[in-house]
């Protein structure tokens, strides 16, 4: 028996002896076997392979299929991403064992074939386009991809030959082409696209779910008797990989929120509230800037005020006069303006006798009184010490006198009227604005002028006022009693229309009459047309007073129609009236109508200076008044100028010669050569001529036997009143 156990005991010694080194031998094969693949993968398509944000290791659905799939097969995996481009690229670098996914076999960039595993799964891919849209069939497609995955392009072509793929290297290119309809539609697994689709810019774009198919999901490598043998061994991992471990890694990939925003799109995400607060943001830096300008400004303006008006009296500083003169002649071209320098000559005296605090009180005194004078287009202000400028209107000659008088005498006898003996001695200067200084406004020089002439009252006189230039006042005088005046004297018969006969010198007879205007002025007696005429041309106020001539001259043709007498009367036409807005040619046109009268019977004067200044809208309005039938004549031809150009150029009827200068002339002889010259050349011109100015029987009879029979003149006639004019007429 004891044998028996003896034996039993060194059998179970060997047993064990025998076993361990089998098994320790088993173990060292098992831990040999294990391999590590090393699987090439791209890593921008989550969530089949991505990188984890914290680990950075490589996961995802293909990844831990891949690693499953090799575990059975007995190989560890090591994930690398490809740096190629594409994974047909990658298959020919030989640091990876294997590269993934495939759809099929395909050929490596440098040409070499692939052995493909089994399938790992069966990703669905589908199709996305911008908002839903119906797509042509697939064969006719033209789809956008990403360029790493040109493996599944080629599987695609292969599939579907007709399509049309265009690569682009990231998903925001794909949309952009989506978007810009360069593409119809993009195609991607559809575990991608439910990762990528969350991104909230992509909104637009839609899945279609018709357009779905499957790819297969497989691993690859170069086709040599090493790939083909791993691929064999893992292709026994592969089968031994249920559906349920399939689905329980894609569920968890799937459900797992893995989508993470990035700068932009938060930004799109909240763009309405970031445009709302950029907006509000904006609106307080805009109220902000907008309220610090308008404290500026209000500073500006105070600091303004203060450099502009003078604490003293409250008129204004030196420079607020100079800016508001210079405002008020801009802004009032119309109103004749005067500048006043004054001065007080005894202001020393009165400080030093009376103090400086009756001094000041005496300036306040003056800058108030002058104020209570001033209009809103007028101003005043304190120069320096005793000193003060008035730009003012100028009014009448009397006004004048009375306003210098009702601010000075009260300033002359300020201390008298308090009871003290000094008078205030009162000097002024004072400068008519001339039409130059409203185009070009210098303050300070008009001042000068006034002070010119404040300096020679001071020095010449106790007291009083001097005008720089009278002359200008005079004229500028005459211009208000006249231009005033005009309005009033049209209607009150102050100004008449006059006629003076036109004749035939051999027949004697009366062929027509120049209507000439008369002004007897009720405060300035007669004035000459010579006087008044440029006045009211250089005042714009021509227009009026010929409208008003002509329409009378219209009345009286048209009594003498009525009276069986056809009549022509020759008016005279400014140049200030041919305007491009004034139809002058309608107007005639329209008198006539008015009146009854026929164009015959009205002949127009256009000087021949209008003729030279702006012959093109003169001679316009010549050739249209002719075509309404008027005759037109060129007045005083041989006073200007350019007669003979005139001559050439303008299509008159008549020329009505200026005599005036043979009168005037040195010698008589050479005058007359002339003239009877000019007589021959309009005649040969074919125009018909009238001599005006003619004076004596010697110049008739010469201008007679040189060809020219018509003459006006005050040998035959002098202008006369109308009913003196009617009387001669029926004579006749
Ligand atoms: P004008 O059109 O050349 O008129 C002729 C001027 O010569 C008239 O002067 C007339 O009185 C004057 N006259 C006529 N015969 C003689 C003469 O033998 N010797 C001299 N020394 N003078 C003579 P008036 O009426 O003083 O007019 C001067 C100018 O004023 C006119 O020259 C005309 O250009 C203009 N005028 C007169 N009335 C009007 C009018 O109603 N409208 C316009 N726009 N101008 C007018
Ligand atoms: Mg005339
Ligand atoms: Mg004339």
Redesign the pocket.
Known sequence: MKNVTTRKRQLKKLLCLLLVPLCLTFATICAAGAETLTVGVPTDRCPIFYRDDQTQEIIGIGADLMRSAAGNAGYDVTFVQIAEPTLKEALDNPEYDVVMPFGSAIFSAAGNATAVSDNLFQPPFTLVTKGTRKLPEFNRLKVGMLRSQGGVAETVRQLYPGIEINMYETMPECVKALREGRVDALLHNSYVWSYVLQKPSYEDLTIQPSAMFTMDFRVGTPDTEEGRAVIERLNRGIAELTETRRQAIALDYTSRKLYQYDFGDYLYQYKWILLLVGAVTVLMILITIQKQRSIRLRHEEKLEQVVNTDPLTGALSMSGFRKRAEELIRAHPDIPYLISFNNIKNFTFINDSLGREAGDELLRFWAAKSMEHLNDNECIGHITADRFAILFQASGDEKIVQDIRDVGDPVRNYFIDRGKETPVRLCSGIYVLTPQDYQEINVDRMLDCARIAERKVRHNRKDGYEFYNPDQWQKGKKISDICNHLPNAMVNGEIR?WY?PQVHFETGKIIGA????RWNHSRLGWI???EF?PLLEESDL?YE??CF?WESVCRDLQRWNGQGKHRSVS????RC?IREDRNIPEQFAGLIRTYGLTPDQLRI?I?ETAFAENSDLVIRTTVQLRELGFQVEM??FGSGYSSLHMLKEVPVDRI?M?L?FLADSGNPEKGQIIVSYIIQMIRSLGLSVIA????NISQASFLQSHGCSEM????FY??MPVEEYEAIETEQ
């Open positions: 229309v003076q120049e209507a000439l205007c000459s047309p010579t005429i021509i007073l010929d001539v008016v005279n036409l400014s009236d004067e000087t007045d005083d009505k200026d005036h005006e100015g003619v004076e006006q003149g005050f040998y002098k202008p």
